[in-house]
């Protein structure tokens, strides 16, 4: 069964940092392509960061340039989400994707709230 399980989020004052991580049930090169997404109340989930398994090419949401990187340990089998200079309007719940050729796979979410 694929699992994907997010951790690290809280409450952080803003310009602040948090550093997310998805933990997958099995490797992380089994997904062609695995990202964060993240949904604030009332608007649709947007991708924020994403990352190809072959070649670890990335790619950023432009309001996330320059502020947060997506990483990965394969050893680990986890993908991370390091977030800096956080704003109050990266509040959401941020998920982890995972897609490959049997299907479109998401964990349950962690809730970040920047706020002072």
């Known amino acids: 069964q694929v699992q994907l399980v997010e951790s690290g989020g809280g409450l952080v004052q803003p310009g602040g940092s948090l550093r997310l991580s998805c933990a997958a049930s099995?490797?992380?090169?089994?997904?062609?392509?695995m990202g964060w997404y993240r949904q604030a109340p009332g608007k649709q989930r947007e991708s924020v960061a994403t990352i190809v398994s072959a070649t670890g090419a990335t790619n950023y949401a432009d309001s996330v340039k320059g502020r947060f990187s997506i990483s990965r340990d394969s050893a680990k089998n986890t993908v991370y989400l390091q977030m800096n200079s956080l704003k109050p309007e990266d509040t959401a719940v941020y998920y982890c994707?995972?897609?490959?050729?049997?299907?479109?796979?998401w964990g349950q979410g962690t809730q970040v709230t920047v706020s002072s």
């Open positions: 099995g490797s992380i090169f089994s997904y062609n392509i």
């Open positions: 994707n995972g897609i490959n050729v049997r299907g479109n796979y």
